[in-house]
């Protein structure tokens, strides 16, 4: 397959994480993007300030729009004014926490508009990104099948068939890094106050997440499998466990947590 043309919007943690992925990857996209304040885009890809900028010739396969929900209509709106019926031609990829496929093809201002929203996460930009994908009705299979070959350059995608399912992906995946990162700096801090310098704190931590995480991607067993593995009877591990398993700490904590973040995105939804 020949790659695509790719016109990323906004080149910020999110879309800066996927141009990274994209650039390491074997067979990347021709990528151009556009960002008010970038100086210098992955692979040293073009980059074009304002919508007005994009060349007349180019025609983007994909455009992924990776701005703040309260910033995308706006930037539609110009994009529309600039390209015409080469935005009708495109499908548009939105990996914005908010926003309804519905919603996104009316600012395009073609209710038949094909609309692509997924849910990344950072580690795309390590080429370990984790996607949940869903294509609106209008999106063509063709379409579909170039939007699932470009997240599968940074990591795994899970399509899915309702985009309601996209809320608990945002909570299972796309805020996910953000908590075992927390995890990562409480287990830093406490290194340090149980004697640890924090250099070691910090090497053993970091150390310890790689490998824990290595082996659920590289294992078949089950994550309570592996959890069960390192807990001898009445040993060290289960005296700690017994702390987090307790219902009131980390299964009511996670859910709590879960819910939180879906309750925002069905806010920045509307
Ligand atoms: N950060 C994450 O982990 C993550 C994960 C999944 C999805 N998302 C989604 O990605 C989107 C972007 O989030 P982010 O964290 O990358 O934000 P960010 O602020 O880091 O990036 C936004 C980028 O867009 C550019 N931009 C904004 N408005 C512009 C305009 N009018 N013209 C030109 N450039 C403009 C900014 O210069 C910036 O580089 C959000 O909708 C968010 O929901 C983020």
């Given at each position: 397959?020949?790659?695509?043309?790719v016109l990323l919007?906004?080149?910020?943690?999110?879309g800066?994480?996927?141009?990274?992925?994209w650039m390491?990857?074997q067979n990347p996209?021709?990528?151009?993007?556009?960002?008010?304040k970038?100086q210098?885009?992955?692979g040293?890809?073009?980059i074009?300030?304002?919508?007005?900028?994009?060349?007349a010739?180019f025609?983007?396969?994909?455009?992924v729009l990776?701005?703040?929900?309260?910033?995308?209509?706006?930037m539609?709106?110009?994009?529309r004014d600039?390209?015409?019926?080469?935005?009708h031609?495109s499908a548009?990829?939105?990996?914005?926490?908010?926003k309804?496929c519905?919603?996104?093809?009316?600012?395009?201002?073609?209710?038949?508009?094909a609309v692509?929203?997924?849910m990344?996460?950072?580690?795309?930009?390590v080429?370990?990104?984790?996607?949940?994908?869903?294509?609106?009705?209008h999106?063509?299979?063709?379409q579909?099948q170039?939007?699932?070959t470009?997240?599968?350059?940074?990591?795994?995608v899970?399509?899915?068939?309702r985009?309601t399912?996209?809320?608990s992906?945002?909570?299972?995946?796309?805020s996910a890094?953000?908590?075992?990162?927390?995890l990562?700096?409480?287990?830093?801090?406490?290194?340090?106050?149980?004697?640890?310098t924090?250099e070691?704190?910090?090497?053993l931590?970091?150390?310890?997440?790689?490998?824990?995480?290595?082996?659920?991607?590289?294992l078949?067993?089950?994550?309570s499998?592996?959890?069960?593995?390192?807990?001898s009877?009445?040993?060290t591990t289960?005296?700690?466990?017994a702390?987090?398993?307790?219902?009131?700490?980390?299964?009511r904590?996670?859910?709590?947590a879960?819910?939180?973040?879906?309750r925002r995105s069905?806010?920045?939804?509307?």
């Open positions: 397959m020949t790659s695509p043309n919007i906004g080149c910020g943690k999110m800066g994480a996927l141009a990274q992925g390491a990857a996209p021709k990528l151009m993007v556009l960002d008010r970038l210098q885009a992955p040293d890809s073009p074009v300030r304002a919508a007005s900028d994009i060349p010739d025609q983007p396969d994909i455009i990776a701005v703040k929900p309260a910033g995308a209509d706006a539609l709106a110009t994009l600039a390209l015409g019926e080469r935005l031609k548009l990829l939105s990996v914005m926490a908010g309804t519905d919603h996104l093809a009316q600012a395009c201002g073609w209710d038949d508009m692509i929203r997924t990344p996460n950072t580690p795309s930009s080429g370990a990104g984790t996607t949940g994908l869903y294509a609106s009705p999106v063509s299979e063709a579909k170039i939007a699932i470009l997240m599968k350059q940074v990591g795994t899970v399509p899915v068939s985009e399912d996209l809320r992906i945002i909570a299972i995946a796309g890094p953000a908590y075992i990162f927390f990562t700096e409480l287990l830093e801090k406490t290194g340090v106050e149980l004697g640890l924090a070691q704190s910090r090497e931590a970091r150390s310890m997440m790689y490998g824990a995480g290595k082996m659920l991607h590289d078949p067993e089950d994550a499998t592996l959890r069960k593995n390192v807990t009877p009445n040993g289960a005296a700690a466990l702390v987090f398993m307790d219902e009131n700490n980390w299964p904590t996670v859910k709590l879960a819910q939180a973040a879906v069905e806010e920045l939804d509307n």
